[in-house]
């Protein structure tokens, strides 16, 4: 019964088919290389850095990479519209969590923050951005570019004190793992998750997002580029906006930073 059960589980984390993948010593940002490689693209393909010289976050934001951290780009070809394009920084959480949890145990204290940051032991410990190429309401390619601070946590400098700090598994858990490694978990739990929109579409994906969501049910604020938004987090809608029950009402908030 232990042979099945082992054979079972290396079948779950096996590397998924029709997925190429490119690991390279060295690259400006895993997206940028993304986009370079769009134009010859046959297949999903992952992009893994093991080190970046200007990585990027959301809103132009830099990316500190350190050695043993985890730098990577999925570069795809989505279907639908550009706002269907997007979902997949929720099925990029949902991955993310899951792999994680594969990785340090069930023990783990990890939940995902609007809109695209996984978080352990309330610390942030994994981010999200998507970059789309193609015009319009068209979306010719998408790149999803994931950091995970799996050796070491950024510097906190210049950080906002109210945004969740950085943390790293190795610092949380003690728990070692080279980016190689985590990027199979994470390619897999990415496959699986992307093959249950492909079918049964947003539904369960945003069920499941929401059972491993960070302070649902509780205040927090919401900044966008024009206004900052403070109320109860109730849910997110259909298309993956925060929805915030305020004093003046409920709110659908469809981009800004979230602190709590």
């Known amino acids: 019964m232990s042979g099945s059960t ?28 993304a986009a370079r490689l769009a134009p010859h ?35 795809m070809r989505p279907t639908g519209t550009a706002q269907d394009a997007a979902l997949r920084s929720f099925v990029a959480a ?21 809109p695209n940051d996984v978080l ?29 601070n799996l050796a070491a946590a950024p510097d906190v400098a210049g950080l906002d004190p109210v945004t969740a700090p950085p943390v790293s598994v190795a610092g949380e858990t003690g728990l070692t793992l080279p980016p190689e490694e985590f990027l199979t978990y994470l390619a897999a739990a990415f496959a699986r998750c992307e093959a249950q ?12 997002w929401l059972a491993r969501a960070a302070r649902i049910g509780q205040t927090i604020t919401a900044r966008t580029m024009t206004e900052v938004i403070e109320g109860r987090f109730e849910t997110i809608d259909d298309t993956g906006a925060l929805v915030l029950a305020t004093a003046q009402g409920r709110r659908a908030v469809p981009a800004a930073d979230v602190y709590f």
């Open 94 to 114: 949902l991955a993310l969590h899951e792999a994680l949890g594969a990785v340090v145990g069930p023990s783990a204290n990890l939940s995902i923050k609007w």
């Open 197 to 208: 929109l492909a079918t049964f579409g947003f539904g369960p994906i945003r069920t499941a």
């Open 120 to 148: 352990l032991n309330g610390g942030k410990v994994a981010g999200i951005l998507l970059e789309s190429l193609g015009g319009g309401r068209a979306v010719s390619h998408l790149a999803i570019g994931i950091g995970v």
């Open 41 to 75: 693209l046959t297949q999903p393909t992952w992009i893994l850095a093991l080190r970046q010289t200007a990585g990027r976050a959301r809103r132009g934001r830099s990316w500190q990479d350190t050695p043993g951290n985890f730098a990577a780009t999925l570069l």
């Open 6 to 33: 082992d054979t079972r589980a290396a079948d779950l984390w096996a590397w998924p088919e029709g997925v190429a993948r490119h690991v390279l010593p060295e690259v400006d940002s895993t997206n940028a290389q």
